[in-house]
């Protein structure tokens, strides 16, 4: 692990993708980082890794995960990123072949960093976009003057399992609405293919 | 709607991110440049749009999100694109106060296109990074010279509902491992709370 702190600075691009300045997409993109050093892959180019977040919805920090698409290559667009619904600010890591790894925020790390005013900003209702520049540049600074150690909670696990769907490029048009669905979606009313919202089925 | 081609080719910025060059993610990227003009509003910096996307996993063009992602600023770490799991090219975007829209790729689109010499490598199993750059912006600039009417299915859907989940910063230590959990996914056992994995409750 390394602690230049100056690798750890987004690129400009994350922040133009990711829509606001705010520290936890640094913090994400930090993450990432670290983990594909620790199982000594490249960013992902096409479709392996894979990465379990342990966020869920309805709470703030979620940032953290496009940090980490944009740290790893593991995107959304690439089903390489999934969120467990647990409401924890942790990852699971995953590559074929490696032993996988999990990082978590430590709770005294989050303790501390909840002190910098850009929270006292975020608790008051105001959207990152609408925060002072210089406050919201104090919290990424912050982060970047603590060393990994500090922050993150690691874990290797040796016992993790992750099965990559199997792909399939087949397709049938739905015979009720006209559009094409991949087949593993595909159902069947009446002896003919339906899409799941046109055959009412819940899934 | 504007037909204006070089309007529609993404910042190189997106590739970046994607993490390689294909046509699926600039598809998605018009896609949501088009959805962003019908309803009326800016990319979303903060979160406030919410793209609903029919797409599922174990199929191939999931690529589309990310290019939505892009366009949009709805993302995957804003938690404001989901997928349904339906294996369908189709997204529906969202915004209060504005009539919802649907985008599907026409099958007639997706049968010409599907002829471009980009999918015969793909269907050989051939990832998007191995495959030879001229083909793939062969098919990228294919696309572009689509109006957006033959490309986009377009329905307006006043009757959609979204409901954003209520948000809270309130979060709690797990007293089993000691980690944070958002409020929202505490769990009690012995009359303490946990998180959900140490909880062994499913949800």
Partial sequence: ???????????????????HRCPFMPLGYRM????????????????????????GEGHPQTCL?????????????????????????????????????????KPQ????????????????????????????QEAIDWTLGQPDEAIFLTAQRPAFLYQPPKGSFNKSLCSQCGEYVFERYVRYQGGKPVCIPCSGYAR
Same sequence: chains 1, 2.
């Avoid at 692990?1 to 829509?19: I, K």
């Avoid at 980490?68 to 924890?88: P, S, V």
């Avoid at 850009?118 to 002072?132: L, M």
């Fill in 1 to 19: 692990m390394s602690n230049d702190s100056s690798r750890y600075l987004p690129p400009e691009w994350t922040f133009a993708f990711h829509g």
């Fill in 32 to 55: 990432g980082l670290v983990a594909l050093d620790a199982l000594g892959v490249d960013r992902e180019a096409d479709h392996t890794l894979h990465v379990i977040c342990e966020l």
């Fill in 65 to 105: 995960m496009d940090g980490i698409q944009a740290a790893t290559g593991a995107t959304f667009g690439k089903t390489l990123i999934e969120k467990t619904g647990w409401g924890k600010l942790a990852a699971t890591f995953w590559y074929p072949g490696k032993i996988a790894v999990r990082y978590a925020l």
């Fill in 109 to 136: 790390f989050l303790d501390e960093f909840g002190k910098r005013e850009f929270f006292a900003f975020r608790k008051r209702g105001v959207e990152p976009s609408g925060i002072p520049a210089n406050v919201t």
